[in-house]
């Protein structure tokens, strides 16, 4: 599966649809969100993805100790494509 993060394929194609996926950042989360995004994008017959937005909101803070993280959600957008040549 193509991901298109900056512009778009130099190829004819139609958009499927679009996947919004919100979810919190931290590497259990993240380590299956390009996983998810393929299994999205193939159940309607895409050939690719691009992405279209990429977002990320403070929930609130972590401390354990004296160190302090904060806690995120990312708000990602992709508009997933079948090419058409």
Do not use: C, H
Request: hydrophobic share 40%.
């Amino acid at each position: 599966m193509e991901f298109w993060a900056n512009g778009e394929p130099p190829r004819s194609y139609k958009i499927l649809g679009i996947i919004d996926d919100a979810r919190r950042s931290g590497w259990i989360a993240m380590s299956q969100f390009r996983s998810d995004i393929v299994k999205k994008a193939r159940e309607v017959g895409g050939d690719a993805v691009i992405l279209l937005s990429n977002q990320s909101q403070i929930d609130g803070f972590l401390t354990s100790g004296s160190i302090s993280m904060a806690a995120r959600t990312n708000f990602t957008t992709f508009a997933v494509i079948k090419y058409l040549d």
